[in-house]
Nanobody, 128 residues
Framework: QLQLVESGGGLVQPGGSLRLSCTVL????????IAWFRQAPGKEREGVAC?????????TDVDSVKDRFTISRDRAKTTVTLQMNFLAPEDTAVYSC????????????????????WGKGTLVTVSS
């Protein structure tokens, strides 16, 4: 069974860091792109960062995010990590990872449409 399992969410103070993990079960990332999305209360879901099957990364160009969040993948290609630094209250959201594939796409997108497998999400709360 194909699954994505997120972990690493929690409560953090403003200015702090969190590392979210997306573990893939039942398939390899050789032919899948993985993206992180977030949805804050009362707001639309937005793509934050993605990594293609070939390892190419894309991060949102939203100024408040792009220099603080980094996506990466382990060598075993079983876990995708989102490192989030200098967190602010507006980063509070449910963060979900999603997979697009199988395919030979060389790049990834931050639009939700192609992603056909989703995790349940992990809550990140930034508050003092």
């Amino acid at each position: 069974q194909l699954q994505l399992v997120e972990s690493g969410g929690g409560l953090v103070q403003p200015g702090g860091s969190l590392r979210l993990s997306c573990t893939v079960l039942g398939f390899s990332l050789d032919y899948y792109a993985i993206a992180w999305f977030r949805q804050a209360p009362g707001k639309e879901r937005e793509g934050v960062a993605c990594i293609s099957a070939g390892g190419e990364t894309t991060t949102t160009d939203v100024d408040s995010v792009k220099d603080r969040f980094t996506i990466s993948r382990d060598r075993a290609k079983t876990t995708v990590t989102l490192q989030m630094n200098f967190l602010a209250p507006e980063d509070t959201a449910v963060y979900s990872c999603a997979a697009d594939g199988p395919s030979h796409k060389s790049s990834c997108t931050l639009h939700a449409e192609p992603y056909n497998l989703w995790g349940k999400g992990t809550l990140v709360t930034v508050s003092s």
